[in-house]
């Protein structure tokens, strides 16, 4: 069973922190996504990557940053966190998209309230 | 980019079949179908993905006409267990590129 695990399920931070959002999977896939989540717009990607080291912009990068260092480990970085930064963040792995499977798995999310 | 327009929400029936239907009319050559399903307080949960006509796994069929602008997720003889947000996705050839979920579906099933 491929598990995609979050760091917290539940966080408070106060206006002007830097948070660390941290997600691991234990598949060996490729990709690792990074989405919000908010009432009445769906997910919303903000980062993703394909290899370790690498990364793209989604729709919304602004005001965040992400680092993969290993291959399981996709980390979403807000470096001043603000309360329009308030969200469910949800974190998702895939394979390749070489043999043309696109599932997406994803973990529990992160509800994030800044303050 | 292919944007995707769902329904809002539908109401349905224990028993009944449940079609939503998902637009993308600017949806390109090598992109891929995908529909998810989410519960409060979960992650989305793949269901099923296509490319062109139809394919059918053992929870759900996913219909796509040849202009490959639309697609319908039908759900047999749901349960109230069905009852969850349906989402569409497109996702471009290789995976690299997971476009923008849409706002999904709502769907409440009434015993």
């Known amino acids: 069973d491929v598990k995609v695990t979050q760091s917290s399920r539940y966080l408070v931070k106060r206006t002007g922190e830097k948070v660390f959002l941290e997600c691991v999977q234990d598949?060996?896939?490729?990709?690792m996504f990074w989405y919000r989540q908010d009432p009445g717009l769906g997910l919303r990607l903000i980062y993703f990557s394909y290899d370790v080291k690498m990364k793209e912009k989604g729709d919304i990068p602004e005001g965040y940053s992400v680092s993969r260092e290993k291959k399981e480990r996709f980390s979403l970085i807000l470096e001043s966190a603000s309360t329009n930064q308030t969200s469910m963040y949800l974190c998702?792995?895939?394979?390749?998209?070489?043999?043309?499977?696109?599932?997406?798995?994803f973990g529990p999310g992160t509800r994030l309230t800044v303050t | 980019l292919a944007k995707t327009t769902q329904p809002i929400s539908m109401d349905s029936y224990e028993g009944q079949e449940v079609n939503i239907t998902c637009s993308h009319n600017n949806i390109a050559t090598n992109d891929y179908i995908t529909w998810y399903q989410q519960f409060p307080s979960q992650g989305p949960r793949f269901i099923i993905q296509?490319?062109?006509t139809k394919v059918t796994n053992e929870v759900a069929s996913l219909f796509i006409p040849a202009d490959r602008k639309s697609s319908t997720l039908s759900l047999p003889r749901v349960s109230l267990s069905d009852t969850a947000v349906y989402y569409c996705?497109?996702?471009?050839?290789?995976?690299?590129?997971?476009?923008?979920f849409g706002s999904g579906t709502r769907l409440q099933v009434q015993p």
């Open positions: 296509g490319y062109k």
């Open positions: 598949m060996d896939h490729e990709n």
């Open positions: 996705l497109v996702v471009m050839d290789t995976g690299r590129r997971a476009l923008t």
């Open positions: 998702a792995s895939s394979l390749s998209g070489r043999d043309r499977n696109y599932e997406q798995y």
